[in-house]
Structure formats: structure tokens, C-alpha cells
């Protein structure tokens, strides 16, 4: 009996140490990618918009409505408190995963969004934070939900729509 607890602990904790390695691993190659990318020099056109019918050389667009509207741009979020409440999320959210309460893939991807979300509020990119949201499922909001991170809760439930 305590061989075979002990074999479960062992088997957890390998599991919940491979996660860590695997959303530590996400960071650094993010942040090289992005020193990667300040680093180079582009060619040609750039365009930042957020509506748009037609955008670039040449574009055209014929009846268009855009209807432009501030709901789902976590405007009113506190990064610093979204941050933060996503740091408790990725625990519990690992604690889970280390329990097999979720298939492993699943529990992975949406562990290393969580992740990028929080790098991302550092960073002060809400853009980028709610895309990463967006990304990282249901099974996120509903952690977000018993776990008690209201902010973080609700930039989720916003990010995927529900």
C-alpha cells in the first residue's frame, strides 16, 4: 500500500514537474521570439488596425458596416490584479492536471495560455491577453470559477464568449 501511494505521488509529481518545465519552456522561447523580433528589420507595408474594410495597396471594399464597439477589450481590467490572478490560476490549474482531473494535451495547452496571458499582462498587451484567453478553454474558466479569481474569471468568460 505505501509503495503503491508512493509510486502515485512520484508519478504526480514527474507529471506536474514535466508541466512546469513545458509552460517555463513556452516563456523562454517567447521571449526569445520577441527579442528575435525587435532585433530585425521588416520590408514593405505594415498596417496596425482594429476595423477595417480594406487595408493595403490596392485594397477595395464595397458596402461595408462596421460596427465598432468596446465590449471585449478588458479596457476595464487591472492588469496588475489580472496578473496576478492568473499566477494563482496556473497553480490550481496544475494541481488539477497533476490530479488527471483533465486530459493531459488539453490541461498543456491550455496551462501554457494561461501562461502567455499572464506574460502578456506584464507587459501591459491587452490584446494580446485576451487572445491567449481566448485560446486557453473552457475547462480554464471553469478552474478560474472555483478557484475564486473573480478578475481573472471574468477576463476569461469575456475572451471566450460565454
Given amino acids: 500500500m505505501i509503495n503503491d501511494q508512493s509510486s502515485r505521488t512520484e508519478a504526480s509529481n514527474s507529471r506536474g514537474n514535466e508541466l512546469l518545465k513545458a509552460v517555463n519552456n513556452v516563456i523562454v522561447v517567447k521571449q526569445e521570439s520577441n527579442a528575435m523580433n525587435q532585433s530585425s528589420s521588416s520590408t514593405g507595408d505594415s498596417y496596425s488596425v482594429q476595423n477595417a474594410g480594406a487595408v ?21 481590467v487591472d492588469l496588475k490584479v489580472l496578473k496576478d490572478e492568473l499566477a494563482q490560476l496556473k497553480i490550481a490549474m496544475l494541481e488539477a492536471a497533476m490530479e488527471g482531473a483533465v486530459p493531459e494535451e488539453d490541461s498543456e495547452h491550455a496551462i501554457v495560455e494561461i501562461s502567455k496571458a499572464e506574460l502578456a499582462a506584464t507587459k501591459g498587451d491587452r490584446t494580446a491577453v485576451k487572445a491567449y484567453l481566448a ?8 478552474v478560474a470559477t472555483a478557484t475564486g479569481v473573480a478578475v481573472a474569471g471574468a477576463a476569461l468568460k469575456e475572451a471566450l464568449g460565454l
Wanted: proline share 0%; hydrophobic share 35%.
Fill in 56 to 76: 493595403g495597396r490596392g485594397a477595395k471594399a464595397e458596402n461595408v458596416t462596421i460596427h465598432a464597439s468596446s465590449a471585449g477589450t478588458l479596457d476595464d
Fill in 135 to 142: 485560446n486557453a478553454g473552457r475547462w480554464s474558466f471553469g
